[in-house]
């Protein structure tokens, strides 16, 4: 079984609604949907959703990195043999996570389908009963936040994910007891900054100021990169804290512990590189006793699927917020949500089924790469 075409698509899913963060606002998500094809006539498709604020990439560059440097490279290999993939595509080129989660998500479909098995059985079987995701909310006025997050309650959410941080942090906090106010004392909320705060001061400030808001986590509060920064933060404040731009690889997550740096750390395929290193860095963070979670760069049913294979497939994520498909206006798989779940359907490999003709209409740039037979 050897690997000898690639199919690139470039596209861009129109949200329905604005998705604000503190760094950026979105109308649309870029991405590339990868499909790789073998000698034995299977099909398996990847995702890459570069964010060029956290990984340096951009899906146009990201769209070149797999024609001419990742994919002629892999072809003739075996998806199989996974590991090796890793160390080819590492030593063709440093960082550029996103584009080699895109082939590394595409190996493991194939490996599922060949094999006859759902991806989670080849890298730990079922590690937990059902999967759940919270209802995530863009950086908007108090009141309308809260209007959201109640509105979310009645629609059978049984947690909450507050994004801030593009403000002053004193409207955060109105943001935030504003949406507590709005669903109670018991429904659990978690905050992500995404670097908002900047500085260890300024977030220990803030933080203290939240602690009758009762909150699950606060993700992210500082810089991304300053892990030292994010230890002084911890020790400082009684709210858990997870660290999220700042985990990228395996050195990220062995910093963090050396350090004591965070509570839980929020691992994302487009970060590490795909299902592989992200299993790996979920490994090292239970032996030091972290519990991880696996969060979205805002991906298709094909990159929210893969997710969710890892998180089925160790006790130690215990978490994952992979809501993508339900922000799509327009989506081109069939990942199930029904809220507070998301089903894998057990089928073999990432289990969904992908709308060629819809793909087709999304995509803006084709590339076809050949060869390995």
């Keep these: 079984m050897k690997i000898i075409k690639a199919t690139i ?63 002629p490279r892999i072809l003739g290999r075996s998806p199989f043999d996974i590991e090796q993939i890793h160390h080819v595509m590492d ?12 082939v590394d998500i595409a190996c493991y479909d194939l490996m599922g389908k060949a094999a006859g098995q759902p991806v989670y059985n080849l890298i730990g079987g079922r590690a937990h009963d059902n ?20 509105r979310a309650q009645a629609q059978g959410f049984s947690s909450l994910k507050l994004k801030v941080g593009k403000d002053d ?22 905050i992500d900054v995404n670097q908002g705060w900047k500085t260890a001061g300024l977030a220990v400030q803030t933080i203290n100021r939240l602690e009758d808001a009762n909150l699950a986590w606060i993700e992210q509060p500082i810089k991304m ?14 709210t858990p804290v997870m660290a999220d731009e700042s985990v990228h690889s395996m050195q990220d997550v062995l910093e963090i512990i050396r350090l004591e740096s965070a509570d839980y750390i929020n691992i994302k395929l487009m970060k590490s590189g795909g299902i592989f290193p992200a299993v790996q860095m979920a490994k090292a963070a239970e032996a030091a006793g972290i519990i991880a979670q696996i969060g979205s760069m805002v991906e298709s049913s094909i990159g929210s699927a893969a997710g969710y294979h890892a998180v089925m497939s160790r006790k130690n994520i215990e978490t994952a917020e992979l809501t993508g498909p339900i922000l799509f206006a327009e989506e081109v798989g069939d990942l199930y949500y029904r809220p507070p779940y ?21 995509t803006t740039q084709t590339a076809i790469v050949e060869g390995g037979r």
């Excluded at 990169?225 to 020790?235: A, F, H, K, N, T």
């Excluded at 998301?342 to 819809?358: A, C, F, N, R, T």
Aim: glycine share 8%.
């Design 342 to 362: 998301v089903k894998l359907s057990g089928k073999p490999g990432l289990g969904i089924e992908v709308d060629q003709k819809q793909l087709d209409k999304l």
């Design 91 to 102: 030593s063709a080129i440093a960082r550029n996570p996103a584009a080699k989660a895109a």
């Design 169 to 190: 942090a004193a409207v955060d906090i109105e943001r935030i007891y504003a949406v507590r106010e709005a669903v109670g004392k018991d429904m659990p909320i978690r």
């Design 9 to 71: 698509h470039k596209v861009y899913f129109p949200l329905k609604e604005p998705f604000i963060i503190s760094y950026a606002s979105f109308d649309d998500m870029p991405a590339l949907i990868l499909k790789l094809e073998t000698d034995d006539g299977l099909a398996g498709y990847g995702e890459a959703v570069p964010d060029e604020h956290v990984t340096g990439e951009n899906v146009d560059g990201a769209f070149e990195v797999l024609r001419n440097v990742l994919i």
């Design 131 to 150: 999967l759940q995701y919270p209802k995530v909310l863009s950086i908007e006025a108090p009141g309308i936040m809260a209007e959201k997050a109640k």
């Design 225 to 238: 990169g300053d892990i030292r920064g994010l230890s002084e933060v911890r020790g400082k404040v009684s």
